[in-house]
C-alpha cells in the first residue's frame, strides 16, 4: 500500500508510531519493503561528463568554500572521495544533496585530485 500522500509531503514521523518508512507508509519496525528489496534505490546524480570546482561565500560570513558538482557516483562513493579529497588538502568539509563541500579555496589542489584519477575537471564560476 503506498503511503498516503497529502500533496506536498509524506510522513516520515509520527508520536505514536516513530519513525515511518517513506516507500511503503508503515511503521520502520513493521516495514518490509526495504527487508525484501522492494525500495527502490535512488540512482546517482548524472550530468554531462564534467565535474565542476566553484568557490562560494554567499551565507558563509565571507569565508569560501570549495564546491565540488557533476561526480557521477553513489552517495557512499561520493562519501569516500569527500574523505580523501579532505585529507588531501588538510581541511573539513561535508557532502550536502551530491555536492562536496571543502572548506577553504582548495581548488587547484582539488582539480589535480581528480584529474589524477580519471575525470574531466572544469573550473566554474569566475
Known amino acids: 500500500m503506498p503511503p498516503k500522500k497529502n500533496t506536498d509531503y509524506v510522513t516520515v514521523y ?6 515511518i518508512c517513506g516507500h511503503c507508509g508503515q511503521p520502520q519496525a513493521a516495514c ?4 525484501h528489496g522492494q525500495a527502490t534505490p535512488v540512482p546517482p546524480p548524472m550530468g554531462d561528463g564534467v565535474v565542476r570546482l566553484m568557490l562560494e561565500t554567499k551565507g558563509r560570513k ?3 568554500v ?3 558538482t557533476g561526480l557521477p557516483l553513489a552517495e ?7 574523505k580523501q579529497l579532505k585529507s588531501r ?9 551530491g ?3 571543502i572548506q ?7 582539480a589535480a585530485a581528480l584529474s589524477k584519477q580519471g575525470y574531466r575537471v572544469k573550473r566554474a564560476g569566475g
Not at 76 to 82: C, F, S, Y
Open 14 to 19: 509520527s508520536t505514536d508510531t516513530g519513525r
Open 66 to 68: 570549495t564546491l565540488v
Open 32 to 35: 518490509c519493503c526495504r527487508k
Open 76 to 82: 557512499v562513493k561520493l562519501r569516500e572521495l569527500a
Open 99 to 101: 555536492v562536496i563541500e
Open 62 to 64: 565571507g569565508k569560501g
Open 89 to 97: 588538502c588538510g581541511s573539513g568539509g561535508t557532502v550536502k544533496n
Open 104 to 110: 577553504g579555496d582548495h581548488r587547484d589542489t582539488v
